[in-house]
């Protein structure tokens, strides 16, 4: 038997997770997808970023 043989067959799996109902597994999926909120810092760097691109572009 080689190493990598051995090792396949002595990986243990992790620690599965505890079942959980559906109203707390919805509950953990939407906190996941939240969007982050745009701070006005961030989102004036990305008015001004998108503004000199858009100066920056030659006429058509």
């Known amino acids: 038997m080689d190493i990598y043989s051995l090792v396949a067959a002595n990986l243990h799996s992790g620690a599965r997770p505890a079942l959980k109902d559906a ?30 691109i858009l100066v920056g572009m030659p006429p058509s």
């Open 23 to 52: 109203k707390s597994e919805d509950r953990y999926y939407s906190d996941q997808v939240a969007l982050p909120r745009l701070g006005p810092g961030l989102l004036g760097s990305i008015v001004v970023c998108a503004l000199l």
